[in-house]
């Protein structure tokens, strides 16, 4: 069983390379090739600054990091190492993360995410979330951001919700 627990200040060190780690398995959409590279993953500073990170395992070897949009929780990022994909660490820390939105009296918890990629879109349906048809302000905002990043670029993105 995976353990998770909140992020310490030394697991915040590890947490740039395990979203980098991560990211390194998306290298296509729909069987094409990325045309333009994910953009940069959050810096210790923004990690630090987060509503909530949960680790899983120690060392850690995967995180969530939680955000407030709109009055829910938002999963902002999810990462877990390539060697332990597949063996419900992903799974557990999206688990820990409702609960704790849950406990916190967050009645909802959103997350944007690639909409044509199996460990993305499709993994997060099967926890309970489910495409948001009309989008909230911060939504709104969100995914313009996203825009502006390139992300729409690499592939269609959606944005989900859980209720809690």
């Known amino acids: 069983m995976i353990s998770i627990r ?4 030394l697991d915040i060190t590890f947490l740039p390379a395990i979203e980098a780690a991560a990211d390194s398995l998306l290298t296509s959409i729909n069987g094409l090739p990325l045309q333009v590279p994910l953009p940069d993953g959050a ?4 990690l630090a600054a987060s509503l909530k990170l949960l680790v899983a395992g120690t060392p850690c070897i995967g995180f969530a990091r939680l955000e407030e949009l709109d009055g829910a929780a938002h999963l ?13 660490t992903g799974r557990a820390l999206v688990e820990a993360s409702k609960a704790w939105a849950r406990d916190h009296g967050y009645p909802t918890m959103t997350l944007s995410t690639f909409a044509d990629v199996p460990f993305n879109a499709p993994f997060y349906a099967t926890c ?5 048809p009309v989008l909230s302000p911060a939504l709104l ?3 313009r951001y996203e825009t502006a990043l390139g992300l729409d670029r690499i592939g269609r993105r959606v944005i989900m919700r859980a209720v809690l």
């Open 43 to 46: 810096s210790r500073t923004e």
């Open 76 to 88: 902002e990022q999810l990462a877990v190492l390539p060697r332990h994909a597949g063996r419900g």
């Open 6 to 9: 909140a992020a310490g200040r």
């Open 128 to 132: 309970g979330f489910e495409a948001i």
């Open 141 to 143: 905002d969100l995914q």
